[in-house]
């Protein structure tokens, strides 16, 4: 396709580039060779991808108010890297195939949000942790939207307290779920079942119910906490978060169901055992 579209609208790409394109340039073979130059250049690859992304944004005038970051894995059927474990691409991880027999690696994804252009991507170590990943991923994504006045949302791998200190020293917003460590189940208790502030409807655009009026999709409230987390330089740095403790209607609608399934079901092997 590509060879063809090239001979098409050869004379425009000539005038744009000053470039003399003849008909193999973008044949399958000459473009797996220039995927390839890339992929072993780092830099280069990273470079492309910065100039590209600044062109799609610029000239489709892409909104930038919101970014995501994500990671996932690969299994394959492979040989362990000769220069062995935890060298190379393909390494034995954490996998969410449930294959931890197989080696893997790991592919990071930027995007922007709601449209989910992508803008960045990169191929990974299979072993690598997901937590060292999503500051090297803001930075590069602050260079192609050209500022940090945008919604880092990424998962609760990313809430860790060295990514969110780091983002908001260095001027940026950011959205995660936070995970269930440390502090926060407790907190989490305390203030569902004493609320300190009383929670609000929650609405979304578009969803109404049958009469037309807006439906609330579920309730929440926020409190503000002043936070303190030590930089990579050993800095101190405080700041305020907003801490957003939400429930969606729906999904807790499905999981009383889940758990009344769960006790039926448990009480009538009691019963059988009557």
């Not at 809430?159 to 440390?182: N, S």
């Not at 969606?248 to 889940?258: D, E």
């Amino acid at each position: 396709y590509a060879e063809a579209w090239s001979i098409k609208h050869r004379t425009t790409l000539e005038q744009i580039t000053g470039w003399r394109i003849r008909d193999k340039e973008m044949t399958d073979d000459r473009l797996g060779q220039l995927v390839e130059a890339l992929g072993v250049d780092e830099v280069q690859s990273m470079r492309y991808q910065r100039m590209q992304s600044q062109h799609l944004i610029h000239a489709y005038a892409l909104p930038t108010e919101v970014a995501r970051y994500d990671t996932t894995t690969f299994s394959v059927y492979h040989a362990p890297d000769a220069k062995g474990q935890n060298q190379g691409l393909l390494q034995f991880g954490h996998s969410k195939d449930h294959r931890p027999d197989l080696v893997q690696f790991k592919q990071g994804l930027g995007a922007l949000d709601p449209a989910g252009v992508p803008l960045l991507t990169a191929t990974l170590p299979g072993g690598q942790a997901d937590d060292p990943l999503y500051v090297p991923a803001w930075r590069e994504m602050v260079h192609m939207i050209g500022h940090t006045d945008f919604l880092y949302v990424a998962d609760c791998k990313a809430g860790a307290l060295e990514t969110r200190v780091t983002i908001d020293y260095e001027g940026g917003h950011c959205l995660f779920p936070l995970p269930m460590t440390g502090e926060v189940p407790d907190l989490l208790l305390q203030w569902v079942s004493n609320p300190p502030v009383a929670p609000q409807p929650i609405y979304l655009d578009g969803v109404i119910d049958e009469e037309g009026n807006p439906c609330a999709v579920g309730q929440g409230f926020e409190v503000e906490r002043q936070m303190t987390g030590e930089l990579a330089d050993g800095t101190q740095h405080t700041w305020t978060e907003r801490w957003l403790v939400t429930q969606s209607t729906a999904h807790a609608r499905r999981q009383r169901k889940a758990l009344l399934a769960r006790l039926d079901k448990a009480t009538n092997k009691l019963n059988r055992m009557r």
